[in-house]
């Protein structure tokens, strides 16, 4: 079994940082999983042997019978899983997991520290004073806990829980508590940084602990100084009521035989054999959702979902009505188990933490608390056996499926199609309209919701080929990143398949066969789309429903509803502290409209359980775009190729409590076959790209006879304008219900270049750009060499506003086909992407000039392709973009003064890639460190509580601006002079030089001479000449001459040319300041050196020229000392040479 990382796929990166690279080498770090051997491999193909053994791992060996034989203590059980880039995690027979470092650490363990939470509540401190060579501590074991499952349950696999790494950063005055439980962990300060993490154990009895780390990292040399684990927070019961005590679980090394498969020896009165001790636990992380899946394989019995006794209900009366019912409902609940194909069990670790606060610590005389699972879903007979670990996958956030849903992905029974299946989740069972819906599992009074029962619904299928050249033969694994869930690998006696599941926010059935040796054949993807747009968007102080609202808002659709949610603020204030990225919990949502019948409804409720059934099939959110105005909200189904536009002001009454226009339905207008949806100008007027039918002649023109006709398929741009109801007209008074606003069609654009364009893509904006495909010789549009147009009305049709289709035009230049476009609020500034670039241009018809161009996205380590970009929004001058799991930002440089060139910077925010090793900040580079967390389709959204919110497939980020260059740049974007001085006080002296560079191209030198006052001189002075700040300069050599004129003394003289002095001097001769460069003089004099005086005599002849009563003296003077320095008259003026 091989496991390079977790479920969250992180493999060791030695190549991010420098000390690393001299003790471990170049490259990437993999773990081995043998039967009883673990081997971490350095793998770096730079090397001529691109592999070596980094660390062996195989337990202790003890003698045994009176020292004549040799017995393996602490085998290893589980694959090891990196919790940071230096330090791995394994399980091992005797029921510990173990931590290893791979580079020298600073603790000491020479003695086996071992653990036991079944004895000891905590771990004893450990004496740093003791400290051992690095050779001696590269093998050695850092810790060994044992939790409370003793020494009879061995540790058959380890799940890090972590949805992203960040660094607890606190000022002296805070303290960081604990990530869940409330006890407080170390603080990071300026000599070491606290890293907190989360695991999760299995053990061989279907026992799982959660646990948190403490890791303390020096960070000079980066080495580890402190590792401190915690009692286990909580314990999750995998196999429901079956789950036996761990103390009771019967020898792992038992050989018996077992009956009936995987259920066989557990459904006995008196187990066979623990459960997984030889079958691996189907148990995955998804850091996006923060949840942890747990699959039980095929003819699951009743028992094995019910977990009744985690609930602490209270007994009932025999006999009684309540009784009778809790019988009728287990009876209810073994049928509805029966014939399955599995259950999938999702714990939400949100609501872990939540019953883990209302619960008392765990210590040796209290267990942890036991969590039942939140959901669970009943997986089909078609797919196939679950008891085989790699056959499934489950939990991958695929964008085609909503976020709150469950899924799986699977092989079907006779492993010729690859099955996603997946169901949808809500706390609520049929929300009403007077009914808020929580989207986040909440605890009340620290009690666990009850467990939702539902099955699982058919949602993707993709064939696997069997044919004889690209034969799969038989799949035997499957293998998914939870963090770029995108694709899939196949295994098979064969080779590897790698599948693609989604293209964009589209299913996709491409299979790439070119891992199978010669003559297999590679199934091409289909070609990929940027989606239109994120699936949420902000009311109240963004681009929808703005007027008259003050709290932030966001819209969004599930299960086919319409809902809104406020957000409150979660930024703490104080800015000592650095804050990290924010799950943001779109707390007790309000359904504003039904797009269909309700999607689900509740068929029986339990004491401890409610099953649910979901008519509707699932499809995926649509994408939100607003109109410029506010006025009006697009949902666009890109999957199905349709869309609906709300009003905005009638789909808010509700949320804002108007009672009037109760009567008008926000349904204004919708439509199919729609492959491009775009918004016109601030009139809401908007733009379709339909594909419709034309009729063709023989001779190929559009004719209207149909006996004389071909039908061919071709994609059209129809315009449409929105006309508002108003609130008070004379139909609502009588009660009738209309729309909001009607749909008035203006016409068909008829685009530029005729038959031989196709159009295929439209961006809205202050002008209509339409992207357009060439069509060739086998009349198949090719977009590599397409362009794209802009239109917009001619100028007498807006003044007699005319907005029929046929007044477009042209307008501008072309440019070519983008992949993404966005405009400014005021319609000056246009960002378009291409691929992993974005071209930002300035519009000042008729000009269209490009200030730049910057790539932001770059590829992985990997060496695979650069992300595209998919995302980009101008928020008050700044342009923010992102990939398919970075986001990043742009500063433009000075648009005041044409003649120069508009310098960018771009920086990355945040980012899915492998943490720093020394934390989040460099003492020696000022640019922003991104911060490292799990991102899936992030688009950019807007402003709050200091940072910035994104909309992801799986929900809403908020991610830091905390850093000063950052805050800085989006002040002065948005004019807010005076707040960004704040900011540049408290910027260390050591990175001023960079600050001011940063300034000079944002067009703000006058910020960097004024403010900075830890600049070095070679800047300073380069900023007085360049900026013409003759005063400052002067004031300069006034009071600091003498130590100028040390300092820059040999500045310039290597080249041959013009020395540093000669040039202030010339500079300020320019600007009449003959005063100034005398005082230069004289202290060049005092100086001494040849090379000064050469300097004097330049400067003083120079000085004769203009004033020839004072440069005469000041030259003699000059000359004096010369001869009193060299009596033989010989003075160096240039270097090799000498003139008497």
């Known amino acids: ?71 393996t203590q602490h085998v290893p059980s589980s694959a090891a899983v990196p919790i940071t880039n230096s330090i791995i995690v394994y399980g091992c027979s005797d029921g510990a997991m173990r931590f290893h470092s791979l580079v020298p650490s600073m603790i000491y363990s020479s003695k086996s520290d071992t653990l036991s939470f079944s004895e ?47 660094e607890n950063y606190n000022n002296e005055q805070d303290t960081v508590p604990a990530h869940i439980g409330g006890s407080a962990a170390t603080v990071s300060n300026a000599k070491a940084l606290v890293l907190s993490s989360r695991l999760l154990t299995i053990g061989a009895s279907g026992v799982a602990f959660l646990w948190q780390v403490d ?92 977990h009744q006794r985690d609930f602490k209900l209270s007994s009932l009366a025999p006999n009684s009505p309540a009784a009778k019912k809790e019988v009728e409902d287990r009876a209810f609940v073994d049928k509805w188990a029966m014939y399955n194909g599995g259950f999938v069990k999702m714990w939400s670790m949100p609501l872990v933490d939540a019953l883990v606060k209302a619960t008392p610590g765990a210590s040796s005389h209290r267990p942890p608390p036991i969590i039942p699972p939140y959901a669970t879903m009943k997986l089909p007979l078609s797919l196939m056996c679950a008891s085989k670990p790699l056959s499934m996958v489950p939990g991958l956030a695929c964008a085609p499926l909503p976020a709150s849903s469950l899924s799986c992905l699977c092989l079907s029974k006779d492993a010729t199609e690859l099955i996603v299946v997946s169901a949808p989740l809500t706390s609520v069972a049929a929300a009403s309209d007077e009914q808020r819906v929580p989207q986040s599992p909440k605890a009340a009074a620290g009690k666990p919701p009850k467990t939702i029962f539902i099955e699982s619904q058919t949602c993707h299928k993709i064939h696997l080929p069997r044919s004889s050249e690209a034969s799969m033969t038989v799949p035997a694994s499957l293998s998914a990143s939870h963090l770029a869930p995108d694709s899939v690998a196949v295994a098979t006696d064969n080779g590897v398949a790698m ?34 747009g994120p699936i949420h968007t902000v009311i109240s102080g963004g681009p929808v429903g703005g007027v008259g609202n003050n709290r932030p808002g966001v819209l969004f659709v599930e299960n086919h509803s319409v809902l809104a949610s406020r957000l409150g603020s979660s930024r703490s204030s104080s800015e000592n502290r650095q804050p990290t990225v924010e799950k943001v919990d779109l707390a007790d949502a309000m359904v504003l409209y039904q797009l269909e019948k309700a999607s689900y409804t509740t068929t029986r409720e339990t004491r401890t359980s409610k099953l649910i059934v979901s008519p509707l099939p699932l499809t995926s959110p649509p994408r939100l775009i607003p109109s410029p105005s506010g006025r009006y909200l697009c949902l666009l189904w890109e999957g199905n190729q349709t869309y609906d536009i709300l009003h905005a002001g009638s789909l808010l009454v509700r949320e804002t409590g108007d009672i009037r226009g109760q009567g008008v339905s926000p349904s204004c207008d919708s439509g199919d076959n729609v492959l491009s949806f775009a918004w016109i100008g601030d009139d809401d007027q908007f733009a379709v790209l339909r594909q419709v039918e034309i009729d063709y002649g023989q001779d190929g023109e559009v004719v209207t006879d149909p006996d004389t006709t071909d039908k061919k398929s071709r994609p059209r741009v129809e315009l449409f304008k929105l006309a508002e109801v108003e609130v008070g007209a004379p139909e609502l008074a009588g009660g009738a219900g209309v729309a909001a606003a009607t749909t008035v069609s203006v ?134 973009c992102s990939g398919p799991s970075s986001v990043h930002v742009v500063f433009l440089g000075n648009l005041a003064e044409e003649d120069t060139v508009c310098e960018l910077d771009a920086y990355t925010i945040a980012s899915s890639r492998s943490v720093p090793l020394q934390g989040t900040d460099s003492p020696d580079d000022f640019t922003p460190t991104p911060v490292i967390t799990s991102l899936s389709h992030p688009h950019i959204l807007y402003y709050h509580s200091g940072g910035l919110l994104v909309s992801t497939d799986v929900g809403l980020r908020l991610l830091p601006l905390s850093h000063p260059l950052i805050r800085i740049g989006t002040l002065l974007a948005t004019n807010l002079t005076e707040k960004a001085r ?15 560079h940063f300034l000079i191209r944002r067009g703000r030198a006058d910020l960097a001479i004024r403010d900075l006052n830890g600049l070095s001189l070679e800047t300073y002075i380069d900023l007085c000449i360049r900026y013409e700040r003759t005063s ?33 001097g010339l500079y300020m001769l320019g600007k009449d300041k003959i005063d100034c460069v005398t005082r230069l003089v004289g202290q060049l004099m005092s100086c001494g050196t040849d090379e000064g005086l050469v300097d004097a005599i330049k400067l003083a002849s120079l000085i004769g020229a203009l004033d020839q009563s004072g440069g005469g003296a000041l030259l003699q003077n000059v000359i004096d000392v010369v001869h009193q320095k060299h009596p033989d008259n010989q003075v160096p003026l240039v270097r090799n040479s000498t003139i008497p």
């Open 1 to 71: 079994n091989l496991e390079a990382s977790n479920a969250s796929d992180r493999v060791l990166d030695v190549d991010a940082n420098k000390c690393y690279k001299e003790m471990m080498g170049q490259g990437l770090c993999l773990g081995l999983q043998f039967t009883s051997v673990l081997v971490i491999l350095q793998i770096d193909d730079t090397q001529s042997d691109p592999f070596v053994i980094l660390s062996c791992l195989e337990g202790q060996r003890a003698l045994t019978n009176n020292g004549k034989d040799y017995v």
């Open 120 to 166: 000891s509540s905590s771990s004893p401190p450990i004496d740093e004073s003791e400290v051992k060579s690095a050779k001696n501590s590269r093998q050695a074991t850092i810790k060994s806990v044992r939790g409370p499952n003793g020494r009879n349950d061995p540790v058959v696999k380890i799940v890090n829980v972590d949805p992203a790494y960040n």
């Open 215 to 306: 890791i303390s990292i020096d960070r000079a040399s980066g080495t580890l100084r402190d590792l401190n684990v915690l009692p286990p927070l909580a314990r999750l019961d995998g196999l429901g009521s079956l789950t036996v005590s761990p103390r009771k679980s019967p020898s792992p090394t038992s050989r018996s035989t077992r009956v009936g498969g995987f259920w066989g020896g557990i459904t006995t009165k008196e187990p066979i054999v623990a459960p997984y001790s030889n079958v691996t636990p189907v148990v995955f992380y998804d850091p996006h959702r923060d949840q942890v899946i747990w699959t039980l394989p095929y003819a699951a019995p009743a028992a094995a979902i019910v």
């Open 499 to 532: 599948v693609k599941l989604v293209n964009g926010n589209c299913w996709d059935d491409a299979i790439d066969l070119s891992l199978m040796g010669k003559g297999d054949v590679t199934k091409e993807p289909s070609s990929s789309a940027v989606p239109a």
């Open 747 to 880: 016409g068909s654009l008829t685009v530029r270049g005729g038959d031989r364009v196709v159009p295929q893509v439209l961006f809205g904006g202050p002008a209509l750009c339409i992207g357009c495909s060439t069509t060739s010789a086998n009349s198949l549009p090719d977009t590599d060499e397409g362009m794209a147009y802009f239109y917009s009305r001619k100028s007498g049709a807006i003044m007699e506003n005319d907005e029929r289709a046929s007044n477009y035009m042209t307008v501008g230049t072309s440019i070519p086909y983008p992949d993404l476009l966005a405009w400014d609020d005021d319609g000056l500034l246009c960002a378009v992407a291409y691929g992993s670039r974005v071209a930002i241009y300035l519009s000042d018809p008729p000009k269209f000039t490009l200030l730049g161009s910057v790539n932001v996205v770059g590829g992985s380590r990997l060496g695979e392709a650069e992300q595209p970009i998919i995302s980009l929004k101008f928020i008050h001058g700044v342009l923010y």
């Open 982 to 996: 704040k900011w540049i006080f408290d910027t260390p002296k050591a990175h001023h030089d960079f600050l001011a």
């Open 1032 to 1064: 400052e300069l002067e004031n300069l050599i006034n009071t600091h001459g003498g130590q100028v004129v040390k300092e820059i003394s040999s500045w310039g003289r290597e080249e041959g040319g013009y020395s540093a002095i000669s040039a202030i």
